[in-house]
T-cell receptor
C-alpha cells in the first residue's frame, strides 16, 4: 500500500497563476484533509471532506477550492496564486472523524513557492 | 482557536525525561499527538478520547484532563530518535467535531 501520496512534490508559481494539487489514498478512508504548514504556525486546516462528493471549509479556506469526485482523491486548487500562499501543503486521510480512535495519515507534502 | 503548547522548545540529553503540555480554551472530545521530523510528514503517536482509554505508542504515554481541557505527553528515557517537533491536535465536543485544530508545536532535541 502506498498510503497517502501527493503530486507534485515541489512547485514554483508566479503571482496570478493557477494550479491543482492532487492527493490520493489507497486505504479506503472516508475523511480527507488539506493543511498548510508555515514556520512557527503549526498545521492549519484549509478544507476537508467527510466523504465522496462532500467538502467543507476549515480554518483558512480563502483563496483555495477543493473537490472530492472520487473517494480516493482530494484535489486542492489555487485559482490565482499569491505570495501569501507560499507554504508546505499536507494532505491527510482518516477512516472516520475525531470522535473515534482514528489517526490521520499524512502525505509527504508539497512545497509551493509563489513569486 | 489553536491550542497552546508548552514549552516551545526543549533540549534533552539521552536518557532524560520530558513533558509536553497542550491546553485548549474549548471543551474537548479528543486529543491527538503527532511527531514530525525535519522535512518529513507528521506521524501519529497517540489518541486520547474523552472518557476513554488512550491508544498509542509503547514508549510514550499521555494524559487527558477533560475538566481542564489539557493534555500532557510524557517521553521517558529519551532516545536520539525522539528528536523532532511534537504537535497536539484537538477535536472539539460540539459542532465542527470532524476536524482537528493543531498547536504550533514543541521542538524537542535529544543530544548524546
Amino acid at each position: 500500500n502506498a498510503g497517502v501520496t501527493q503530486t507534485p512534490k515541489f512547485r514554483v508559481l508566479k503571482t496570478g497563476q493557477s494550479m491543482t494539487l492532487l492527493c490520493a489514498q489507497d486505504m479506503n478512508h472516508e475523511y480527507m484533509y488539506w493543511y498548510r504548514q508555515d514556520p512557527g504556525m503549526g498545521l492549519r486546516l484549509i478544507h476537508y471532506s467527510v466523504g465522496e462528493g462532500t467538502t467543507a471549509k476549515g480554518e483558512v479556506p480563502d483563496g483555495y477550492n477543493v473537490s472530492r469526485l472520487k473517494k480516493q482523491n482530494f484535489l486542492l486548487g489555487l485559482e490565482s496564486a499569491a505570495p501569501s500562499q507560499t507554504s508546505v501543503y499536507f494532505c491527510a486521510s482518516s477512516r472516520t472523524g475525531t470522535r473515534a480512535y482514528n489517526e490521520q495519515f499524512f502525505g509527504p507534502g508539497t512545497r509551493l513557492t509563489v513569486l | 482557536q489553536q491550542p497552546v503548547q508548552s514549552p516551545q522548545a526543549v533540549i534533552l540529553r539521552e536518557g532524560e525525561d520530558a513533558v509536553i503540555n497542550c491546553s485548549s480554551s474549548k471543551a474537548l472530545y479528543s486529543v491527538h499527538w503527532y511527531r514530525q521530523k525535519h522535512g518529513e510528514a507528521p506521524v501519529f503517536l497517540m489518541i486520547l478520547l474523552k472518557g476513554g482509554e488512550q491508544k498509542g505508542h509503547d514508549k510514550i504515554s499521555a494524559s487527558f484532563n477533560e475538566k481542564k481541557q489539557q493534555s500532557s505527553l510524557y517521553l521517558t528515557a529519551s532516545q536520539l530518535s525522539y528528536s523532532g517537533t511534537y504537535f497536539c491536535g484537538t477535536g472539539a465536543s460540539g459542532a465542527g467535531s470532524y476536524q482537528l485544530t493543531f498547536g504550533k508545536g514543541t521542538k524537542l532535541s535529544v543530544i548524546p
